[in-house]
C-alpha cells in the first residue's frame, strides 16, 4: 500500500512558541522572533529591535521585564533614606538639634557652677594686667609712702584692678601659692630632702590652713555682727599676699641661710601688716568716723588688727620648717 506521507502531515497544526500569539490582536508589521520571550517592541520609529539585548542599556531578565515590574530593584531599595538629597536636607537638621542641644547642657551647667563659685566675680578678680602687677608689688613692699588707699567707683561698681591699684586681686595671691609649692620643692631638694609625697603634704597643708583661716575670718564677722563692705573673695585675696613675703624669704634662705630668712620675714611683715590696715580701714570702718575709739567702731578695729597681726604668724608657720 502506497501513501503519501507527505500528504499526511499536511494538515498538521504547527506548533506556536509564544502561547499568546492567537490571542494578541493585528500581526504587527515586524515580525517576532522566536527566540526571544514576551519581547517589549521599543517605539524607535520602526527600528530593528537587536535580537537578545536591551536597546536601553539595562541587563535583560530571562522572561521578566524589570521595566514593568511593580517591585523596586535592588539598587533603588533605600534610595528614598539614602539619597543624596535626604542627606543634605537632614545634616543641617541634626546639626542644629547637636548646638540646642549643646547649649542647653552647657547653660545649665553653668547655672549649676554659679551656685557654688562665683564665676562673673571672679572675673573681676582677675582682671590685671602687667602694670598693676608691678605696681602691686611695689606696695606690698613699700606701703609707707603711699597715701591715698580709697577704691575708684563707676556707677555704684568698683574698678577693675588693672585701672585701680589699690584694688584687690585673685592674681597675685594665686601666682604666689603655685610659686610657694615650686620654691618649696627646690628647697628641698637642694637640702636633699625632696620627695613627692613631702611636697603634696606641704601644698595640701598650705590649702587647709588656707580655708581655715578664711573661715575664721568668716566666722569672727558673723559673730561680731560687721556690716561691711568685704566679700569672701576680697578676705581671700588680702590673706594670699602673704605668700610673696614667704617666696622672697625662702629664696633669700638659699644664699643668706636663716639670717636672711628671717630679717625678710620680719620686713615683710611688718609691710603686709600696714597695707592690710590701710586698705580694710576704709573697708570695714565706714566712712565719716575719723576715729578708732568711736562707739560701735572698736570691734570693727579689732577685726582689722587680727586679719593683719596673724599673717605674719601664717608666715613662718608655713615656712620655718623648709630652711
Same mark, same amino acid.
Given at each position: 500500500?502506497?501513501?503519501?506521507?507527505?500528504?499526511? #502531515?499536511?494538515?498538521?497544526?504547527? #506548533?506556536?512558541?509564544?502561547?499568546?500569539?492567537?490571542?494578541?490582536?493585528?500581526?504587527?508589521?515586524?515580525?517576532?522572533?522566536?527566540?526571544?520571550?514576551?519581547?517589549?517592541?521599543?517605539?524607535?520609529?520602526?527600528?530593528?529591535?537587536?535580537?537578545?539585548?536591551?536597546?536601553?542599556?539595562?541587563?535583560?531578565?530571562?522572561?521578566?521585564?524589570?521595566?514593568?515590574?511593580?517591585?523596586?530593584?535592588?539598587?533603588?531599595?533605600?534610595?528614598?533614606?539614602?539619597?543624596?538629597?535626604?542627606?543634605?536636607?537632614?545634616?543641617?537638621?541634626?546639626?542644629?538639634?547637636?548646638?540646642?542641644?549643646?547649649?542647653?547642657?552647657?547653660?545649665?551647667?553653668?547655672?549649676?557652677?554659679?551656685?557654688?563659685?562665683?564665676?562673673?566675680?571672679?572675673?573681676?578678680?582677675?582682671?590685671?594686667?602687667?602694670?598693676?602687677?608691678?605696681?602691686?608689688?611695689?606696695?606690698?613692699?613699700?606701703?609707707?609712702?603711699?597715701?591715698?588707699?580709697?577704691?575708684?567707683?563707676?556707677?555704684?561698681?568698683?574698678?577693675?584692678?588693672?585701672?585701680?591699684?589699690?584694688?584687690?586681686?585673685?592674681?597675685?595671691?594665686?601666682?604666689?601659692? /603655685?610659686?610657694?609649692?615650686?620654691?618649696?620643692?627646690?628647697?628641698?631638694?637642694?637640702?636633699? #630632702?625632696?620627695?613627692?609625697?613631702?611636697?603634696?603634704?606641704?601644698?595640701?597643708?598650705?590649702?587647709?590652713?588656707?580655708?581655715?583661716?578664711?573661715?575664721?575670718?568668716?566666722?569672727?564677722?558673723?559673730?561680731?555682727?560687721?556690716?561691711?563692705?568685704?566679700?569672701?573673695?576680697?578676705?581671700?585675696?588680702?590673706?594670699?599676699?602673704?605668700?610673696?613675703?614667704?617666696?622672697?624669704?625662702?629664696?633669700?634662705?638659699?644664699? /643668706?641661710?636663716?639670717?636672711?630668712?628671717?630679717?625678710?620675714?620680719?620686713?615683710?611683715?611688718?609691710?603686709?601688716?600696714? &597695707?592690710?590696715?590701710?586698705?580694710?580701714?576704709?573697708?570695714?570702718?565706714?566712712?565719716?568716723?575719723?576715729?578708732?575709739?568711736?562707739?560701735?567702731?572698736?570691734?570693727?578695729?579689732? &577685726?582689722?588688727? /587680727?586679719?593683719?597681726?596673724?599673717?605674719?604668724?601664717?608666715?613662718?608657720?608655713?615656712?620655718?620648717?623648709?630652711?
Amino acid at each position: 500500500m502506497n501513501y503519501n506521507h507527505s500528504s499526511a #502531515r499536511r494538515g498538521k497544526p504547527k #506548533r506556536i512558541l509564544d502561547p499568546t500569539a492567537g490571542l494578541s490582536g493585528p500581526s504587527s508589521p515586524m515580525p517576532q522572533s522566536p527566540y526571544m520571550y514576551n519581547q517589549q517592541m521599543p517605539m524607535n520609529n520602526g527600528a530593528m529591535p537587536e535580537y537578545g539585548f536591551n536597546v536601553s542599556g539595562q541587563p535583560q531578565s530571562y522572561g521578566f521585564n524589570p521595566q514593568l515590574s511593580n517591585y523596586p530593584s535592588a539598587d533603588s531599595q533605600g534610595g528614598e533614606f539614602a539619597s543624596p538629597q535626604f542627606a543634605s536636607l537632614a545634616q543641617p537638621v541634626v546639626t542644629d538639634m547637636a548646638m540646642q542641644y549643646g547649649n542647653v547642657l552647657v547653660g545649665t551647667g553653668k547655672q549649676h557652677l554659679e551656685k557654688y563659685v562665683p564665676i562673673t566675680a571672679l572675673k573681676y578678680y582677675f582682671a590685671v594686667n602687667t602694670d598693676y602687677v608691678f605696681t602691686k608689688l611695689l606696695l606690698l613692699f613699700f606701703p609707707f609712702t603711699h597715701k591715698d588707699w580709697s577704691v575708684k567707683y563707676e556707677q555704684d561698681v568698683p574698678l577693675q584692678p588693672r585701672f585701680e591699684k589699690n584694688a584687690p586681686d585673685m592674681y597675685i595671691p594665686t601666682m604666689a601659692f /603655685f610659686t610657694y609649692v615650686a620654691v618649696a620643692g627646690l628647697v628641698l631638694g637642694i637640702q636633699d #630632702r625632696f620627695t613627692h609625697e613631702q611636697l603634696g603634704i606641704l601644698s595640701s597643708s598650705a590649702l587647709a590652713w588656707g580655708v581655715i583661716e578664711l573661715l575664721v575670718h568668716t566666722i569672727s564677722l558673723y559673730i561680731m555682727n560687721l556690716e561691711t563692705s568685704l566679700t569672701t573673695l576680697d578676705l581671700l585675696a588680702y590673706s594670699g599676699y602673704k605668700y610673696v613675703g614667704i617666696n622672697i624669704a625662702l629664696l633669700l634662705s638659699l644664699v /643668706f641661710r636663716k639670717f636672711g630668712y628671717y630679717v625678710t620675714l620680719l620686713y615683710f611683715s611688718t609691710s603686709l601688716a600696714v &597695707f592690710l590696715m590701710r586698705s580694710l580701714k576704709l573697708r570695714v570702718i565706714p566712712q565719716g568716723h575719723n576715729s578708732y575709739t568711736a562707739i560701735g567702731n572698736k570691734r570693727r578695729l579689732y &577685726f582689722i588688727l /587680727f586679719l593683719a597681726g596673724i599673717q605674719p604668724v601664717l608666715m613662718w608657720w608655713l615656712s620655718y620648717h623648709l630652711i
